[in-house]
T-cell receptor
């Protein structure tokens, strides 16, 4: 079945540093979403991308929908302690309702 | 901001018992979903529901699972005879519409299901 490869698996960075994570797929998606999950809570939407090449920002977060429609990245600039959590990419293919999730990137920020 | 709400937050059930997980989607949304997340793993799709019927389901969603929208607000997931491997976080999600101008799925905070 369709799978997303998300990397890195985890990151431990210093407060103020920039962070980059990405997802790749062997198949084409028409939607890429980035979610953040805190312990004991559900995924919270950060950024939604619907068009190949689209670059979208939400505060310190920037995400891009790859031109090939098989990848996406998320950048976080000037990280702060509350950025700690697990970040998931999710993709949706044409003619399907479901989201396929990546395995997550666990972000730890050292004050 | 409108939210997807799920109850209970934690359900402990004996193996073999039936369990019903409840969700109240965002009120003007048309598409409803259940996902699960086994501890430490990624979120997996179970089923999607639109216009009072299942529109898509995964291999996980076997005959032991069923969904229902009994009234205009609730969306439920029933597991008929629970197994140990059903222990997971179950997330409900809802979405306004599909097609061009797609809208994202919004998730609830989940129900932690523990099977003993």
């Amino acid at each position: 079945g369709q799978q997303l490869n998300q990397s890195p698996q985890s990151m431990f960075i210093q407060e103020g540093e920039d962070v980059s994570m990405n997802c790749t797929s062997s198949s084409i998606f028409n939607t890429w979403l980035w979610y953040k999950q805190d312990p004991g809570e559900g995924p919270v939407l950060l950024i939604a991308l619907y068009k190949a090449g689209e670059l979208t920002s939400n505060g310190r977060l920037t995400a891009q929908f790859g031109i090939t429609r098989k990848d996406s990245f998320l950048n976080i600039s000037a990280s702060i302690p509350s950025d700690v959590g697990i970040y998931f990419c999710a993709g949706r293919a044409d003619s399907s309702y479901k989201l396929i999730f990546g395995s997550g990137t666990r972000l730890l920020v050292r004050p | 901001e409108p939210e997807v709400t799920q109850t209970p937050s934690h359900q402990v059930t004996q193996m073999g018992q039936e369990v019903i997980l409840r969700c109240v989607p965002i009120s003007n949304h048309l598409y409803f979903y259940w996902y699960r997340q086994i501890l430490g793993q990624k979120v997996e799709f179970l089923v999607s529901f639109y216009n009072n019927e299942i529109s898509e389901k995964s291999e996980i969603f076997d005959d032991q699972f069923s969904v229902e929208r009994p009234d205009g607000s609730n969306f439920t997931l029933k597991i008929r005879s629970t197994k140990l491997e059903d222990s997971a976080m179950y997330f409900c999600a809802s979405q306004p519409r599909q097609g061009r101008g797609n809208q994202p799925q919004h998730f609830g905070d989940g129900t932690r299901l523990s099977i003993l």
